[in-house]
């Protein structure tokens, strides 16, 4: 990784390539290939223990963020609100899962945190992230299991939609969500070197 690569770059290299780069070691086994198989409990919480994971990264950035006192303005509004309701999605499914839960990770955001641009930059990735993640594996989740993915996923289209329109760019590029397979969205996340 060269001087000037920052881990947003790398995040977003990941974003675009559905590969990913491995920073500090693999931080997340891919998820299985759940094409054509049942739903089951197992793989609820084996999805759900993803999700968490991400919604950890989520809340982690913001609190980071908040920490460095880089925000001023929406940005700081968009980072207080957005990170109290990822802080609220890890209790929902810690509380889901159980004592399935996983522990949470270990976080390092580098320099992504230290202006309003990185942050921002940063932030619309995770966001956008996040929707994919949870829509890419809907089909994947009993339906007890789906319907509370999706009371999360809504409110995860809302911040995707409201930092963008912070950024100045289309809040909503697309009619439908694009495909993003599951191997993308953990790739992305093991390339971020966020999860130490």
Same mark, same amino acid.
């Given at each position: 990784?060269?001087?000037?690569?920052?881990?947003?770059?790398?995040?977003?290299?990941?974003?675009?390539?559905?590969?990913?780069?491995?920073?500090?070691?693999?931080?997340?086994?891919?998820?299985?290939?759940?094409?054509?198989?049942?739903?089951?409990?197992?793989?609820?919480?084996?999805?759900?223990?993803?999700?968490?994971?991400? =919604?950890?990264?989520?809340?982690?950035?913001?609190?980071? !963020?908040?920490?460095? +006192? #880089?925000? *001023?303005?929406?940005? /700081?509004? %968009?980072?207080?609100?957005?990170?109290?309701? =990822?802080?609220?999605?890890?209790?929902?499914?810690?509380? !889901?899962?159980?004592? +399935? #839960?996983? *522990?949470?990770?270990? /976080?390092? %955001?580098?320099?992504?945190?230290?202006?309003? =641009?990185?942050?921002?930059?940063?932030?619309?990735?995770?966001?956008?992230?996040?929707? #994919?993640?949870?829509?890419?594996?809907?089909?994947?989740?009993?339906?007890?299991?789906?319907?509370?993915?999706?009371?999360?996923?809504?409110?995860?289209?809302?911040?995707?939609?409201?930092?963008?329109?912070?950024?100045?760019?289309?809040?909503?590029?697309?009619?439908?969500?694009?495909?993003?397979?599951?191997?993308?969205?953990?790739?992305?996340?093991?390339?971020?070197?966020?999860?130490?």
């Amino acid at each position: 990784m060269s001087d000037l690569t920052t881990r947003s770059e790398l995040l977003q290299m990941a974003l675009l390539t559905g590969g990913g780069v491995a920073v500090g070691g693999l931080v997340i086994a891919a998820l299985p290939d759940l094409a054509g198989s049942k739903p089951s409990a197992a793989q609820d919480a084996e999805i759900l223990n993803f999700a968490l994971l991400l =919604e950890h990264v989520q809340a982690g950035l913001y609190a980071d !963020a908040i920490r460095r +006192k #880089a925000l *001023k303005g929406e940005l /700081l509004e %968009f980072a207080e609100i957005v990170g109290a309701h =990822e802080r609220a999605h890890i209790a929902f499914i810690r509380e !889901a899962l159980g004592g +399935k #839960a996983r *522990k949470p990770p270990k /976080l390092d %955001f580098g320099d992504d945190t230290a202006t309003a =641009e990185a942050f921002t930059d940063v932030a619309l990735k995770l966001e956008d992230l996040g929707v #994919a993640a949870y829509n890419a594996q809907a089909p994947n989740l009993t339906k007890d299991a789906l319907r509370a993915a999706a009371r999360i996923v809504s409110v995860e289209a809302r911040h995707a939609s409201w930092i963008r329109a912070i950024k100045g760019v289309t809040p909503a590029p697309d009619a439908s969500e694009p495909p993003a397979p599951a191997e993308r969205v953990v790739a992305t996340l093991n390339g971020s070197g966020y999860v130490e």
